[in-house]
């Protein structure tokens, strides 16, 4: 099946600690992006990568890093300056960086202890 | 940067009853996108809507594009229990290079009384 996966479904980290989100596709997409949604909210752009080796930050980038060695994968680290992790966290794909159809992953609820 | 109102923030009705949405936006937009989202799970897209004036059906639902540009509606008729999540617009304005990510409306979270 052709999808985007994303893992662990839950995640929780304790104070000071940096944790990382997997995003996985194999739709063959070029553009990844990553969102934060948090209750009652909207989803916020953290990261985004058109492509291999590329990626910009969004509206909401500080205290997070990402990483675009494969086509395939787009990582996410909440590291330790992300004062208020807590959040559901949403990685999409879609075919180019200028094609508007996004198709999102299940999603990590991240809790910190 | 762009803002998305979407309302009703929340809808309260009866299983079979008709059900309207609607954003706008505080630019012109030229993509919208109407995206559903159940408790725990990734949003998934609905209908997608590329051109100013156009009416899209995807089942029971139906989605247009306001000639404005600046609003979208969705419509679902003869709702039934499946419906029940967050509805959410998006949409994407070029003005700026139009290579990030999508602006969302806060969502439309509909609930359905047997």
């Known amino acids: 099946d052709g999808g985007i996966t994303q893992s662990p479904k839950y995640l929780f980290r304790k104070e000071g600690q940096n944790v990382t989100l997997s995003c996985e596709q194999n739709l063959n997409h070029d553009a990844m992006y990553w969102y934060r949604q948090d209750p009652g909210q909207g989803l916020r752009l953290i990261y985004y990568?058109?492509?291999?080796?590329?990626?910009q930050k969004g509206d909401i980038a500080e205290g997070y890093s990402v990483s675009r060695e494969k086509k395939e994968s787009f990582p996410l680290t909440v590291t330790s300056a992300q004062k208020n992790p807590t959040a559901f966290y949403l990685c999409?794909?879609?075919?180019?960086?200028?094609?508007?159809?996004?198709?999102f992953g299940p999603g990590t609820r991240l809790l910190v202890l | 940067g762009q803002q998305l109102n979407q309302s009703p923030q929340s809808m309260f009705i009866q299983e079979g009853e008709d059900v309207s949405m609607n954003c706008t936006s505080s630019?012109?937009?030229?993509?919208w996108l109407w995206y559903k989202q159940e408790p725990g799970e990734g949003p998934v897209l609905l209908i997608a809507?590329?051109?100013?004036?156009e009416l899209t059906s995807n089942g029971r639902l139906t989605a247009q594009f306001g000639i404005t540009r600046k609003d979208s509606f969705l419509n679902i008729s003869a709702s039934i229990p499946s419906d029940v999540g967050i509805y959410f617009c998006a949409g994407r304005d070029h003005s700026g290079g139009g290579a990030d990510g999508l602006t969302f409306g806060k969502g439309t979270h509909l609930i359905i009384q047997p």
């Open positions: 809507l590329y051109k100013a004036g």
């Open positions: 990568s058109q492509i291999v080796n590329d990626f």
């Open positions: 630019s012109i937009f030229n993509t």
């Open positions: 999409a794909s879609s075919i180019s960086a200028n094609q508007e159809t996004q198709y």
